[in-house]
């Protein structure tokens, strides 16, 4: 065992390399990502009738496509009425930020962050409930492509908001170190 200097000693960490905390419903879906020498083919979904073949419980009803650019941070909503479905390009990178506040849900309070695209293939279903938002600390912009199982009405918008800083704002921040 070598001995520290008491210089440093208290600053060491370890970073965490166990399971991470989930969210009782949010799925994350792997694609298959195909590259040959001409580029990359990837399938989003196939539909029946609407309905994912991956995640047969979810309808899409709209399609959407959103661009975040470097610094942004769109937080936080919540849909009592509507699952999403996520996907970025794994030429892109977005900050996910996820918080249950389905008070009968054995994850209430749980809040996650993850990456999406950043070299990856996924789609993450966020079901009614689970308050998301989308970040993007980085220095290029990023697309985000999004079914919704409901069409959105302006009329009687279903998005609850929060404050983009109400877990902190070191939330929305890159971990360092």
Known sequence: ????????????TVQEYSQKQSIDGVKLIDLKLHADDGG?????GRLDQG??????EFTAKQVSWSRLLP????????????????????FDRVLVGLADLRAASPTCDVKIRLVLGGG????????RGVAHGAGNPWS?????????????????????RLPYDVFGQEFW?????
């Open 140 to 160: 290029q912009p990023a697309t985000v492509v999004y079914f919704t199982d409901e069409e959105f009405d302006p009329a009687n918008p279903d998005e609850g």
């Open 71 to 90: 610094g942004t941070v769109k937080a936080f909503h919540v849909h009592q009425r509507q699952a999403d479905l996520w996907y970025v390009s794994p």
């Open 120 to 127: 990856q293939a996924k789609l993450l279903y966020i079901p």
């Open 173 to 177: 921040q890159i971990h360092k170190g």
């Open 40 to 44: 990359e083919f990837l399938e989003l």
């Open 51 to 56: 309905k994912m073949k991956t995640l047969p």
């Open 1 to 12: 065992m070598v001995n520290i200097s008491k210089n440093y000693a208290d600053l060491i």
